[in-house]
């Protein structure tokens, strides 16, 4: 796959600016949580479940979320990621998109003001993320991370002890205080930080 040019990275920042401000959290530090994340977006975008996003396919999805599009620029920018023979963009199409994307928007580490700030700011971009990250594991987003909700990130993640269910519940309960079987957000952000720490 060839690299967009200068001209289809000033259309795609341009399509974006005109449909959106990027949120801070476009990508998580995680690779693998993001890998998740950006798995489930393409699979809400791929209506017709044929493992392509069309460019009509996309622009649907980003007019639902209100984010209003200009078709001709969409499909010049999304060509560019699409191989050769195929009718939109593949899962490994897509992440090279995202990965554009947000190489485009943070390629100057977020600016002078992102060094500056202090570590309330940090903290706060912190939580952000955390937020963002337990959210991927939250899939019926009750608030609670189930061992079914965990084995079903383990198993996008491609980890083996997805299957088995006992080994998953084992990891739930390892960090689950209150012992009521599911892991809240306040577990969640101990769970991540002790494993920041190692």
């Not at 449909?19 to 998740?36: A, C, D, E, G, I």
């Not at 485009?104 to 600016?111: N, R, T, V």
Request: net charge negative; proline share 2%; glycine share 8%.
């Amino acid at each position: 796959m060839g690299s967009p040019t200068t001209t289809e990275e000033a259309d795609t920042k341009s399509l974006i600016k005109s449909s959106s401000s990027v949120s801070n959290s476009f990508r998580l530090r995680s690779p693998s949580l993001n890998s998740v994340r950006l798995r489930r977006i393409f699979d809400l975008f791929d209506t017709d479940h044929d493992s392509f996003i069309s460019v009509d396919e996309l622009n649907r999805a980003l007019v639902v979320v209100g984010l209003e599009t200009n078709v001709s620029e969409l499909d010049s920018v999304i060509k560019s990621y699409i191989q050769p023979g195929n009718e939109g963009l593949t899962f490994d199409d897509f992440q090279a998109l995202h990965k554009s994307l947000g190489d485009l928007f943070f390629e100057d580490g977020g600016g002078g003001e992102e060094e500056d700030a202090g570590n309330e700011d940090r903290s706060k971009q912190e939580e952000t993320d955390l937020t963002e990250a337990f959210k991927v594991f939250d899939e019926d987003g009750d608030g609670f991370i189930s061992a079914k909700e965990l084995q079903v990130v383990l198993e996008k993640l491609g980890f083996a002890e997805a299957s088995e269910m006992g080994r998953v519940e084992m990891m739930i309960s390892s960090v689950d205080r209150n012992a009521d079987g599911v892991v809240d957000f306040s577990e969640f952000k101990d769970m991540m930080k002790n494993m920041s720490l190692k």
